[in-house]
């Protein structure tokens, strides 16, 4: 019998107490008692997001909170700038030219992040009413300078809309203070749920955008959510369980504090990169986030690493996708993982690539990782 542990970048690992609370009997959610719980939550999100703005919940995968933020935000008469670094910046190049939005696409090459200089010099023409960036790029594991971007696009009219699905709890962001308008995520990140729960923070600036504007969609209307969180409710059918859920898993972060989660994200991301080098492996990205590293596999050894890795020694990493298929791994340093957990697959993946035929000196990167997570907090 191996126990199976979960490293994918999404969905994360999801904490016993998270999973007993969902599995609790049913209740109405048009009553008192979901107000009240919906209300500690929502409370609760704005110290995650960092923001004294409301946190929207809508029952759907992050993209469908990026496709609310992109059909309702978006000015129509003007550009949108949507960088496009990876499979996801590709997705919201899609969905804006879907909704027939004027789309400049800039195409990054995979394992580099948009630039603040590049925004500056697209934004001077004064054609722009929107900016579209991933904070974490999930398919490449590469973060962009986020507070520089903000700071580049809070000097004009433009919005500035991201996607910090694999960001938000896990690398820092603090969306008021940088001027961040709208920032999407997801409920199997890290906030240790199961898929199912889009969130977005709207600013006051992004708000007069939307309402200047007649509404795209019905569902993914953000003034239905807007109108019902103003009394702790959801404008339809509240999903009670993943909702009672996010009640634990936030109480459970916020106990923690989110700038240590910051920290600890970033010392499992650290241990894993040095450890990696080790292991004869590289990181593929440029500029490497923390809440998921890229790492290529030596000469000789391709996906079947992962099939072993999790086959005999019950640990579960994302494969690379389209051009990067068979060429690398993924793993999540965000939501419900610690030190001890980081350290057990290291050595898990020290044994798999021996396994695969690599040259490794077992326990060589186990010991550099434990050096390095020794001070965690």
């Not at 109405?28 to 107000?35: A, N, Y």
């Not at 007069?208 to 109108?227: M, S, T």
């Not at 993943?242 to 010392?267: C, F, P, Y």
């Not at 690493?305 to 020694?313: A, C, I, N, P, T």
Request: proline letters at 4%; a neutral charge.
């Amino acid at each position: 019998m191996i126990k199976q542990r979960l490293f994918t970048p999404g969905p994360t690992d999801v904490p016993p107490e998270v999973l007993v609370e969902m599995a609790r009997p049913m209740f109405h959610h048009r009553t008192p008692r979901f107000r009240e719980m919906f209300a500690e939550v929502s409370a609760g999100m704005k110290k995650i997001f960092m923001t004294d703005n409301d946190v929207l919940t809508i029952a759907g995968s992050g993209t469908a909170g990026m496709e609310a933020a992109i059909a309702e935000a978006v000015p129509r008469d003007r550009k949108v700038l949507v960088a496009d670094g990876g499979k996801f910046g590709e997705r919201w190049v899609k969905i804006a030219k879907r909704y027939a939005l004027d789309t400049d696409e800039v195409k990054l090459e995979w394992g580099t992040a948009l630039s603040a200089e590049t925004v500056k010099e697209k934004l001077a023409t004064g054609d722009y009413g929107a900016v579209v960036t991933v904070y974490s790029e999930t398919s490449t594991a590469t973060a962009c300078d986020m507070e520089a971007i903000a700071r580049v696009v809070r000097e004009t009219d433009a919005i500035l809309i991201v996607d910090a699905i694999t960001a938000c709890g896990a690398l820092p962001l603090k969306t008021d203070e940088w001027g961040v308008d709208i920032v999407a995520s997801g409920s199997q990140k890290a906030f240790m749920l199961p898929p199912g729960l889009a969130f977005l923070s709207v600013s006051e600036r992004a708000w007069k955008v939307i309402d200047a504007q007649k509404p795209r969609g019905f569902y993914l209307d953000l003034r239905a959510y807007r109108k019902s969180i103003a009394k702790d409710d959801t404008p339809y059918t509240g999903p009670v369980s993943l909702i009672r859920g996010l009640k634990v898993a936030v109480d459970m972060i916020n106990g923690v504090g989110i700038e240590t989660l910051w920290e600890r994200v970033s010392l499992l991301a650290g241990a894993m990169r040095e450890a990696a080098v080790e292991m004869g492996m590289k990181v593929f990205s440029r500029q490497p986030s923390d809440s998921v590293t890229g790492l290529l596999y030596p000469a000789g050894v391709d996906d079947r690493f992962r099939k072993v890795l999790q086959d005999k020694y019950g640990a579960s990493v994302a494969g690379g996708q389209e051009k990067l298929k068979g060429k690398l791994c993924r793993i999540s340093h965000l939501g419900y993982v610690d030190p001890l957990d980081t350290i057990g697959l290291i050595a898990a993946m020290e044994y798999a690539l021996s396994d695969c035929g690599a040259s490794v000196e077992i326990g060589k990167a186990t010991a550099t990782a434990t050096k390095i997570l020794r001070d965690w907090r």
